[in-house]
């Protein structure tokens, strides 16, 4: 993943679902999602063999019975991905214990893109582990970008100098390993800093 361009991979039976499920995560706002649709288990497994992806998108029905729990034992990179499970129909809730999340083929643009956001900016138990937990002064910083603000508009808000303000900002982009403000902004609505309805008009 680089420049907040997330890898996911589509494993659905269904053709016609398949590239619905692709055709829509093109048209996410915020996100650069390099779709990859994969047609079979084998396939699937093969591509995880050679590639790392960001998360998989699967069909707890995909090749009649998708077994993730023998997939992750079989192949490392399966182990380090995220998945959600969607769902075409009714699904017992056991069979979703290994996902992290799940949507429906009826639910709107919208419910799609917060779980995805929440799911590829969520980081791992490891790197939770290690990564650097922002300050209050930080978080308020977060919020006036995303807003719009220029360096000079919150130093004056906040009554620090420019200087100060942009040393923030690169410690925010160190630690969270974010380095651009629709990346920002993502980060700030599934981290709850701001609602969406407060960014929503803006171009992310």
């Given at each position: 993943m680089s420049n907040n361009t997330f890898q996911i991979i589509i494993a659905i039976s269904s053709a016609i679902l398949r590239s619905g499920v692709a055709a829509v995560l093109r048209r996410l706002p915020g996100l650069s999602i390099h779709p990859v649709e994969v047609p079979s288990i084998d396939a699937l497994r093969t591509y995880l063999q050679l590639h790392q992806?960001?998360?998989?998108?699967?069909?707890?029905?995909f090749?009649?019975?998708f077994d993730l729990h023998t997939l992750k034992e079989e192949v490392a990179?399966?182990?380090k991905v995220k998945y959600i499970a969607?769902?075409?129909?009714?699904?017992?809730?056991?069979?979703?214990k290994e996902y992290h999340d799940s949507f429906t083929i009826y639910d709107d643009t919208n419910t799609i893109s917060q779980k995805l956001n929440k799911l590829l900016l969520s980081p791992?138990?490891?790197e939770a582990e290690g990564q650097e937990q922002l300050s209050q002064r930080e978080k308020e910083i977060i919020t006036f970008v995303v807003k719009g603000l220029t360096n000079k508009a919150?130093?004056?808000?906040?009554?620090?100098?420019?200087?100060?303000?942009i040393t923030h900002r690169r410690n925010i982009a160190r630690k969270l390993q974010i380095h651009s403000p629709a990346g920002l902004t993502i980060y700030a609505i599934v981290n709850k800093l701001v609602e969406l309805k407060d960014v929503e008009s803006l171009n992310v």
């Open positions: 992806a960001d998360l998989i998108i699967a069909d707890p029905n090749g009649g019975h990179n399966a182990r969607v769902l075409s129909s009714v699904i017992d809730s056991s069979t979703l791992t138990a490891d919150i130093a004056d808000k906040l009554c620090l100098s420019v200087h100060t303000v």
